[in-house]
């Protein structure tokens, strides 16, 4: 690849990190039905028409965002499991991992929580597959630090933990409240919802 070549497809690939975002933020604000791809490419500093360069439509950039970060987040919680030396280590490295995503990311879980029936079909089988594999970790990892615990017990651990910290950022964006503060408590909290300690 020549040097131009290479500074188009960075340029490309920019331009689209930057849809994503603007993306994110706009169906977060408004929800899915109420942006338009005018909105989307004004907020990327493109025209409407210009973001389908990059995507086939609105529905296919509300997929690539939900793919992408449900791919992120395995993809994350795979290095973290593969990382940690012990099963109490992992299952505080995957609290702590889900509690950073959380809340570096809630214009992101926001529109998870109200657009996902916007997906299309095949966007909607791999959100789920990639989050069912994500949920997985955490039930491997808790039934390694519980062997006695059922593997159903454990699923419905982590569904509740995943409620309790998805929750939160929409409180400390509300209220003001620094990401710094409501850390600890909610890694204090999850620890103790899945382990009682």
């Not at 338009?36 to 529905?59: M, T, W």
């Not at 280590?89 to 702590?96: D, H, I, M, P, Y």
């Not at 039934?143 to 006695?148: D, I, S």
Request: glycine content about 8%; some cysteine; charged content about 20%.
């Amino acid at each position: 690849m020549t040097q131009v070549e290479n500074a188009r497809s960075q340029a490309k690939a920019n331009r689209r990190t930057v849809l994503l975002n603007s993306a994110a933020s706009l169906f977060a604000l408004r929800g899915f039905k109420g942006v338009s791809i005018e909105d989307l490419g004004a907020a990327a500093g493109v025209s409407g028409p210009a973001v389908y360069r990059h995507f086939n439509g609105k529905q296919a950039l509300l997929g690539a965002l939900l793919v992408g970060v449900s791919e992120e987040l395995l993809a994350g919680g795979k290095a973290v499991v593969e990382s940690m030396p012990d099963p109490a280590a992992t299952v505080r490295a995957l609290v702590a991992f889900h509690v950073d995503f959380a809340l570096s990311k809630p214009e992101v879980i926001r529109v998870q929580d109200r657009d996902f029936d916007s997906l299309g079909d095949a966007d909607s089988l791999a959100v789920r597959s990639l989050q069912r594999a994500y949920v997985e970790l955490w039930v491997g990892a808790l039934g390694r630090l519980f062997p006695e615990r059922d593997a159903a017990v454990c699923r419905l651990q982590a569904h509740a933990v995943f409620g309790l910290i998805n929750s939160t950022p929409h409180s400390v964006q509300m209220h003001g409240e620094p990401a710094a503060t409501a850390r600890p408590i909610l890694e204090d909290m999850a620890w103790a919802g899945l382990t009682g300690l």
